[in-house]
């Protein structure tokens, strides 16, 4: 069974940086990346990349936020920069490996930006 264990999330200031960090237990092919839940809020798709590098960001973190992976240490990241209160929620991480596979999701970490 594939786990996903997620690190990084904490506490930080507006403007302030983060890296989120996401081990697989398997070797990643496919899709792998981020989503996020904000109190209140339906989970969205914060950022993605393919086994071959092609990344994908949502508008509201394009240009803030990078996603890299690294295929030796079967681990994703995720380097947040210039935070803003909005960013405040959940994030999970995800790995999908063949399009008609299931999705395995991470247990979650919390990033908090206070103003």
């Known amino acids: 069974q594939v786990q996903l264990v997620e690190s990084g999330g904490g506490s930080v200031q507006f403007g302030g940086s983060l890296r989120l960090s996401c081990a697989a237990s398997?070797?990643?092919?496919?899709?792998m990346g981020w989503h996020r839940r904000a109190p209140g809020k339906e989970r969205e798709l914060v950022a993605r990349?393919?086994?071959?590098?092609?990344?994908n960001y949502a508008d509201a973190v394009k240009g803030r936020f990078t996603i890299s992976v690294d295929n030796a240490k079967s681990t994703v990241y995720l380097q947040m920069d210039n935070l803003k209160p909005e960013d405040t929620a959940v994030y999970y991480c995800?790995?999908?490996?063949?399009?008609?596979?299931?999705?395995?999701w991470g247990q979650g970490t919390q990033v908090t930006v206070s103003s």
């Open positions: 990349i393919a086994s071959g590098g092609r990344a």
């Open positions: 398997t070797r990643i092919v496919g899709l």
């Open positions: 995800f790995l999908q490996q063949d399009p008609f596979d299931r999705i395995h």
